[in-house]
């Protein structure tokens, strides 16, 4: 199948090759004398989006945005992404201006693809986005996410147990996915029996690879197999769901156990629950959201440490202090993770330089002006986290690791963005820091490690993983 998808590719792109070089490089295109950002809109129909997904797969996302910057503007510029007309906007500035219009000039936007995976992500449960968007801050604040360090400790102590304790080596990527998704299993749904984890956990890479796939539904592409894979988990929230109802009204389960009851009980301002289905398409939607950035996250910081000695020390040094300061079998509280200041510095240079989140789109509810170009309604805008992370406008050396740039008051806003911004900004960036800092509290108390594949290459796709997973060779501190 493989095969018949590259072929059809090949034979699409052969259809379209008639185009003119002029057609893919006008500068500053105009539409009825009206002055558009300038840029290149690709191929017909498809435009550049295999471009900017491909440079991805060669693990250097910022290309297609920097060669852009440089060839047309550093500010905004025009090309067609994902079937269509689109703008990236770039620099602190484009990102402030995307961030601080929502609702105003723009609105958020997902590709076909996301609103075919995701039915109720179309316009006609725009309401129903907005009541998550007003739930879930409750649900994620930090006086809420206080109970749930202990719970995240013991977790992460059973997922080293099972799958790092008494192995010479080890496979970084396989086992952080594993880890993440068992906690948002657990923190979510209340579920954390290794075999029902593992269960619902299989599909879950066939969903994050359709979600910004070629929307070409066909037996044996990425986007049919997103597609089957989500309607497969959706179908088993759907019974977790019903089963929780049914418990709640029973009285074997609590209000506050996980946030699937917290949705259960959840009304908004008319009264009205949320629809069962609605609930398990939010639930799956979350269990990607905590599961796949995550795990990237982990999974480079356990390269990084690898690469660099003197920051793995810093890391351990503080991390010893603190496991030293606990009693045999206490548990990490939210106490302990406010002195890992210096761990959470090392794990946003982390973020900046492999951001899960590479970007994401917008659309222009109205007709505005940007930098002295139109932005037509309807347009598709873009916001792209290496257009500053990579940037040495913004982080001199942005190749080098320097946790100390998030010393003081850190980067300049609007610069440091792995979590986005404005309104739509990432609800759950809290809940990411914690199991960050609890993942790297028991793997820097627990190992050291060396990278097996020393040159390993980097993919993006659609967040960024080691090619190879990440092998490592382990060796467990004694005493």
């Not at 191929?43 to 471009?51: K, L, R, T």
């Not at 789109?361 to 932005?375: H, K, P, V």
Request: net charge neutral.
């Amino acid at each position: 199948m493989d095969i018949f998808y590259a072929s059809l590719v090949s034979l699409f792109v052969l259809v379209v090759s008639f185009s003119l070089h002029f057609f893919l490089y006008k500068s500053k295109p105009t539409k009825d004398g009206i002055l558009l950002p300038p840029g290149r809109t690709g191929w017909p129909v498809i435009g550049e989006s295999f471009e900017f997904l491909a440079t991805g797969w060669k693990g250097q996302p910022e290309k297609f945005i920097f060669d852009r910057m440089s060839k047309f503007s550093p500010i905004v510029f025009r090309t067609s992404l994902m079937l269509e007309d689109a703008a990236v906007f770039c620099g602190a500035q484009g990102n402030k201006f995307l961030f601080s219009n929502e609702n105003k000039l723009v609105q958020g936007w997902w590709p076909a693809s996301v609103d075919k995976i995701f039915p109720s992500s179309d316009k006609t449960s725009k309401i129903e986005a907005i009541k998550m968007r007003k739930m879930l801050p409750n649900f994620f604040k930090p006086e809420a996410l206080h109970r749930y360090v202990p719970v995240m400790d013991v977790v992460t102590q059973q997922h080293f147990a099972m799958g790092w304790e008494g192995k010479d080596e080890i496979v970084t990527y396989e086992l952080t996915k594993n880890f993440t998704f068992w906690l948002a299993c657990k923190i979510f749904i209340s579920i954390d029996e290794p075999e029902r984890v593992r269960y619902l956990s299989g599909p879950f890479e066939s969903i994050a690879l359709g979600l910004l796939a070629i929307p070409i539904d066909l037996p044996g592409t990425p986007f049919r197999r997103g597609i089957n894979a989500a309607n497969f988990i959706r179908k088993e929230l759907l019974n977790i769901v019903k089963q929780r109802k049914t418990e709640l009204a029973q009285g074997k389960a609590t209000p506050t156990q996980d946030i699937l009851s917290h949705m259960l009980l959840f009304r908004d301002e008319d009264g009205e629950f949320m629809a069962e289905y609605d609930i398990a398409d939010k639930i799956l939607g979350l269990l990607i959201g905590g599961h796949d950035t995550a795990s990237s996250a982990c999974a480079f910081i356990v390269k990084y440490l690898a690469e660099l000695p003197e920051i793995y020390n810093g890391v351990y040094k503080e991390q010893i202090e603190i496991a030293k300061s606990k009693a045999a079998g206490e548990l990490l509280s939210w106490e302990d993770l406010s002195k890992m200041k210096y761990s959470w510095n090392v794990a946003c240079e982390v973020l900046r330089l492999a951001p899960p989140l590479q970007g994401a789109f917008r659309e222009a509810i109205t007709d505005f002006m940007y930098n002295g170009y139109s932005i037509p309604k309807g347009w598709k805008l873009y916001w792209s986290a290496n257009s500053t992370h990579k940037n040495p406008e913004f982080f001199p050396e942005p190749q080098k690791f320097d946790p100390s740039r998030f010393e003081g008051n850190g980067p300049a806003p609007y610069t440091f963005v792995p979590f986005g911004g404005g309104p739509r900004m990432c609800p759950g960036k809290e809940y990411a820091r914690l199991e960050i800092l609890v993942f790297m509290h028991h793997l820097v108390t627990k190992f050291k490690w060396e990278k097996i594949i020393p040159d390993e290459q980097i993919v993006v796709n659609p967040m960024p993983s080691p090619a190879k997973g990440l092998p490592i060779r382990l060796y467990p501190h004694k005493g």
